[in-house]
Antibody
Framework: QLLESGGGLVQPGGSLRLSCAAS????????MNWVRQAPGEGLEWVSV????????NYADSVRGRFTVSRDNSRNTLYLQMNSLRDEDMALYSC????????WGQGTVVTVSS | DVVVTQSPLSLPVTLGQPASISCRSR???????????FNWFQQRPGQSPRRLIY???NRDSGVPDRFSGSGSGSDFTLTISSVEADDVGLYYC????????FGQGTKLEIK
């Protein structure tokens, strides 16, 4: 199971940290992704982190503003989002594995003044 | 970034008829390890995406065999051999060879 949390309302320029709690599988053995879906729009890949956390990658749209991390001792994935923009407003979901074989339900991020 | 172009964006289909969705990339999606990491997802209304196909043509566990994936290099197709009412929703392709890019999505509806 993947359970996201941490979404909410934030002003433009603000920050938010999302969490994804994993259970039922060996979390430390899997890469993990963040994917977002803006209202009425398609899926957009955001970021990926290797099983150990030593390798990360980001979409150009968030690089330099978002940071992905993980705590394998807590079976938890994180996404630190800074300098939030209107266009970051979306449902953010975590997905297991390099190739996104299993997804959580997501947490909603609203960016508005 | 790798661009993936998906078509059609809307797909009205009669129950029991076949349906096909295409995705094309401007570059080859063959990984240096020799695999092609191309995936298909289904998103039913109000639900999270569910992966149907991985590595071009491998069905995930529990996916009905009416779903099949094919293609190579930069040109890929998802085929539903006989559409059922349960298949209504959005379908996305995703390349994870050079992580990662989604197609624009195809809305499948019943005529």
């Amino acid at each position: 199971q993947l359970l996201e949390s941490g979404g909410g309302l934030v002003q433009p320029g603000g920050s938010l940290r999302l969490s994804c709690a994993a259970s039922g599988f060996s979390f430390s053995s899997y890469a993990m992704n963040w994917v977002r879906q803006a209202p009425g729009e398609g899926l957009e890949w955001v970021s990926v982190i290797s099983p150990s956390g030593t390798a990360t990658n980001y979409a150009d749209s968030v690089r330099g503003r978002f940071t992905v991390s993980r705590d394998n001792s807590r079976n938890t994935l994180y996404l630190q989002m800074n300098s939030l923009r209107d266009e970051d407003m979306a449902l953010y979901s975590c997905a297991r594995d390099w190739h996104a074989d299993y997804w959580g339900q997501g947490t909603v991020v609203t960016v508005s003044s | 970034d790798v661009v993936v172009t998906q078509s059609p964006l809307s797909l009205p289909v009669t129950l029991g008829q076949p349906a096909s969705i295409s995705c094309r990339s401007r570059q080859s999606l063959v990984h240096s390890d020799g695999n092609t990491y191309f995936n298909w997802f289904q998103q039913r209304p109000g639900q999270s995406p569910r992966r149907l196909i991985y590595k071009v043509s491998n069905r995930d566990s529990g996916v009905p065999d009416r779903f099949s994936g094919s293609g190579s290099g930069s040109d890929f197709t998802l085929t539903i051999s006989s559409v059922e009412a349960d298949d209504v929703g959005l379908y996305y392709c995703m390349q994870s060879t050079s992580c990662c890019t989604f197609g624009q999505g195809t809305k499948l509806e019943i005529k």
